[in-house]
């Protein structure tokens, strides 16, 4: 069994969990392959900084949440505003600043970026970021990549002049039509990719708000079923099988108020509870399919 520690990420790469320093360049290395008790060092990507046409307007630009940090003012003497990013306010989109990231990645120890994945109205959200950047950056080869689908609702949060008002711009949930085309998109645009991130050559895709799946769907047997469809999908495109992860928001619990039955009966193994931010007494848990030795250890957001 090996371990895969999950860090937090926005634009760059900032490692979060302290120790990380002490683990070795042999214990860090891509392979997939990786010796029992080794280490994988995974991050989360958030692509916000690109030109989405979906966002526009809630940015009224063209940079995604550039726009909100370059204009940035300072609200009280002393505070800096607007912060400059090292690299300039780059496009991650851009090939060639995408290069940039993988390579300090790697020579970091970061072997795996987790992009957020979106699905909003029947249409994907913040591909391009992966699809224009990662995948034409010339040493994309050099990490590996899996995708976390971000199912939760969109809400005017991102809406600078509206984002006291938490309303729903578009909800996260999807029926089962949209599931399959989920699914579909997924496996064939994504994991067939040889970058991306296996365990026992499976797949790992990971899902934000499994309640929030399983309201969709219509209750948990209907998100069993949804679920074994996805495992057979990825089967037949010639994989030996799915590595799903589940975390542990709004799942619901069963008559014993026991949420693991609940995953289990769903077709996943352990759960792992972790915290979500230091300052922060709410628990996140991972929860991975047993029979693939995986055990998330640490995540930090």
């Given at each position: 069994m090996y371990r895969l520690i999950v860090?937090?990420?926005?634009?760059?790469?900032?490692?979060?969990?302290?120790?990380?320093?002490?683990?070795?360049k042999k214990q860090l290395d891509k392979s997939q392959g990786t010796p029992s008790g080794e280490y994988k060092?995974?991050?989360?990507y958030w692509p916000a900084y690109h030109d989405e046409p979906r966002w526009r307007p809630f940015f009224r630009g063209t940079e995604g949440e550039w726009e909100i940090i370059?204009?940035?003012?300072?609200?009280?003497?002393?505070?800096?505003?607007?912060?400059?990013?090292?690299?300039?306010f780059e496009d991650e989109?851009?090939?060639?600043?995408?290069?940039?990231?993988?390579?300090?990645?790697?020579?970091?120890?970061?072997?795996?970026?987790?992009f957020d994945w979106y699905w909003y109205e029947g249409q994907p959200f913040l591909e391009k970021c992966i699809d224009e950047g990662f995948f034409k950056a010339r040493n994309n080869d050099k990490i590996n990549f899996y995708l976390m689908w971000a199912?939760?609702?969109?809400?005017?949060?991102?809406?600078?002049?509206?984002s006291h008002k938490r309303e729903i711009i578009w909800d996260g949930k999807v029926d089962r039509a949209n599931f399959d085309k989920v699914v579909d998109r997924v496996i064939e645009r994504y994991m067939k990719h040889p970058s991306y991130y296996k365990i026992d050559g499976k797949p790992v895709f990971s899902?934000?708000?499994?309640?929030?799946?399983?309201?969709g769907l219509g209750g948990e047997e209907k998100?069993?079923?949804?679920?074994?469809?996805f495992r057979d999908k990825v089967k037949k495109a010639g994989f030996p099988g799915l590595h799903l992860q589940a975390i542990m928001f709004k799942v619901p619990a069963d008559k014993s108020g026991n949420r693991d039955n609940t995953l289990r009966n769903l077709g996943f193994g352990q759960c792992d509870e972790l915290p979500v931010v230091p300052h922060h007494s709410a628990k996140r848990r991972i929860c991975g399919l047993g029979d693939a030795e995986h055990k998330a250890m640490g995540t930090v957001e």
């Open positions: 860090v937090g990420v926005f634009c760059v790469f900032v490692v979060l969990i302290q120790g990380c320093t002490s683990i070795s060092v995974a991050a989360y370059r204009n940035a003012k300072p609200k009280f003497e002393g505070h800096y505003q607007p912060h400059v990013p090292l690299w300039g989109s851009d090939p060639n600043v995408m290069e940039k990231k993988i390579e300090t990645a790697a020579s970091h120890g970061v072997n795996i970026l987790i199912n939760h609702d969109a809400t005017t949060l991102w809406d600078l002049e509206r899902i934000y708000e499994l309640g929030t799946l399983i309201e998100t069993k079923e949804a679920l074994d469809s």
